[in-house]
Structure formats: structure tokens, C-alpha cells
């Protein structure tokens, strides 16, 4: 796509439909992204209108053993970019589900 070309209004919200969809299955799975950004998300080369997520190098589980949600507490340090960290994130507290979105 050339660089002056702008996404029409129905594409970004298919994209952004798909990108919620992607982190629901993500999210079943019990696991959170943490750096959710578009150098993480890629189109589909054979089929360009399939959008995928990668790079789960900060994941974490969300869900405990038993079932329940982790528990919110400050961690000793950032994790992932700070140029598109959540303000839960950015205040060191532990990211959950909302954090990706």
C-alpha cells in the first residue's frame, strides 16, 4: 500500500473486530498479552483480510490454578513499551485482561 493511502473506515473497524476477537481467544486461554501494539499484529500473507497476533514474549497467565483472577499487586518493575503501556502498567501494577484491550 503506498504511503499516502489512508484505510477506509469499514476496514479499521473489521480490524478492530478481529483484534478483540483474537484477544478473547487469547484471553480463554488464560493468558495475557502485555504488549499489545502494531508491530504485533500482522496481516495474513496469502489472505490479507486475516489478522494475527504475536510476539508472547511478556504473556502471562490471568487466571490462577483454582480458576480465580490473580490477584492486583505492584511488580518491581515495567514490563513491555512504555510507548503503549496501559496506566495500570505504567503504575507497575500486575496487568489482567483489561490491560490488552
Known sequence: ???NKQLSKMTVLKIGVQLIERLKVVHDL???HGDIKSANILVGLEDP?????IDF???HAWRM???S????YKESCFIGNSRNASFNN???IVQSRRDDI
Open 65 to 67: 490454578d483454582n480458576g
Open 69 to 72: 483472577h490473580i490477584k492486583k
Open 30 to 32: 488464560g493468558l495475557i
Open 57 to 59: 514474549g511478556v504473556s
Open 90 to 92: 505504567c503504575r507497575q
Open 1 to 3: 500500500m503506498p504511503r
Open 49 to 53: 483480510s486475516v489478522i494475527y497476533l
